[in-house]
């Protein structure tokens, strides 16, 4: 159905004024040379400027002219973001590279997107969730909710409706933003045959769906580096590993370089104690170490902030979002990490 010319005219200057093609205090040309301009007779354009001023856009002043008034800026979005692992008071956000990181990219997604940002540590997480409930915020950020206590907020925050992302986790039921396991593993086994080694263990955890990814994508890669019997590669525990379960897997082959999965650094060293052997290259997953620490592939963090804000963005505005948006992580080599020591041997004594 074609349209009304006073309709057409009302959005066209509707949509110079929102985009502030027409700045707020700007005098509108006279209507007969604005009407000339749009090609509409001096009525139609009288018509949709009498509907601008009703919706409060223009103000008509006798004798003085048409001026474009100043738009009412809408009250910014309030987002919430629950850091479960921020514990300032034994670890200084100055000092909390991963929290720091990822509130660096949230922050700077939200600035662009107009939001403003309430940060809640560990313990003040259940406040900050009662207080989106109440209403007082219009979206929340969820930070690696492992807990039984967060996961139960969670489900309150889901039978309310409040929009909700989490963040290196997945959790069913909500949008996630998570680091690639196979993008994880195709660089540091890549990157660890790149530089000579052939015998790589996996020391980690099998206890969850993300535990069971990394460790698939560690043997897929190593199906395709032609290795016959990846599963003798890992070195896996449900719960906690101990010194002597990794030196007892350690026997299957002459590993030179290990991959740790989650929370595997501190047993490692225990082994290294315990069991003293030649230099390992070691390549950590998912957790940024000390300064003298192992190499590391870590979240992108300030990617996973971004990515999570433009999530809420769309949520808020009635858009669909994916369930699982994955980012790639950062591959930080140190120097320990190098090439197997008989290679490095025979290469000197040439």
């Known amino acids: 159905m074609t349209r009304l010319k006073k309709d057409r005219v009302y959005d066209e200057l509707r949509r110079r004024i929102e985009t502030g093609e027409y700045v707020p205090q700007l005098r509108l040309p006279n209507e ?76 700077t997604q ?38 039984p206590e967060c996961q139960a907020l969670l ?28 993008d994880g593993m195709f660089r540091m086994v890549r990157y660890l045959f790149g530089i000579g080694h052939r015998h790589i263990a996996l020391i980690d955890r099998d206890a969850t769906p993300i535990d069971r990814e990394r460790i698939n994508a560690f043997q897929h890669e190593l199906r395709i580096a032609g290795v016959a019997n990846p599963q003798r590669h890992c070195i896996l525990n449900k719960e906690c590993s101990t010194a002597e379960k990794i030196a007892e897997g350690m026997k299957a082959f002459p590993f030179s370089a ?3 999965g989650c929370s595997r650094r501190k047993v490692f ?3 290294i104690t315990a069991f003293p052997h030649k230099n390992y290259s070691v390549i950590q997953w998912g957790v940024n170490g000390e300064p003298d620490s192992y190499s590391v592939f870590s979240e992108a963090r300030p990617e996973t902030g971004c990515e999570a804000v433009k999530l809420v963005q769309r949520m808020l505005a009635g858009k669909a979002v994916p369930e699982i948006t994955e ?24």
């Open 155 to 182: 489900g309150r925050l889901q039978e309310k409706g409040v929009p909700t992302v989490v963040t290196l986790r997945r959790n069913a039921g909500f949008p996630s933003v998570v680091l690639s396991s196979s």
């Open 269 to 271: 060293q225990e082994f």
């Open 32 to 107: 007969l040379e604005l009407a000339r301009e749009c090609g509409v007779s001096f009525i139609t354009l009288r018509s949709a400027l009498a509907r601008l001023s009703e919706d409060g856009l223009i103000e008509r002043l006798p004798g003085r002219g048409t001026f474009v008034r100043k738009l009412n800026s809408p009250e910014p979005k309030k987002l919430l973001m629950a850091l479960s692992r921020l514990r300032p008071e034994k670890c200084p956000l100055e000092n909390d590279f991963f929290n720091r990181e990822l509130i660096s990219g949230v922050l």
């Open 327 to 350: 980012v790639t992580g950062e591959l930080m080599i140190r120097t320990r990490c190098a090439a197997p020591v008989e290679l490095l041997d025979a290469i000197n004594s040439k």
């Open 258 to 260: 290990v991959i740790l």
């Open 110 to 147: 939200s600035y662009i997107a107009g939001f403003t940002v309430d940060i809640r540590s560990q313990s003040q997480i259940a406040s900050g969730i009662e207080d989106a409930l109440a209403g007082l915020y219009d979206a929340v950020i969820f930070d690696r909710p492992d807990s």
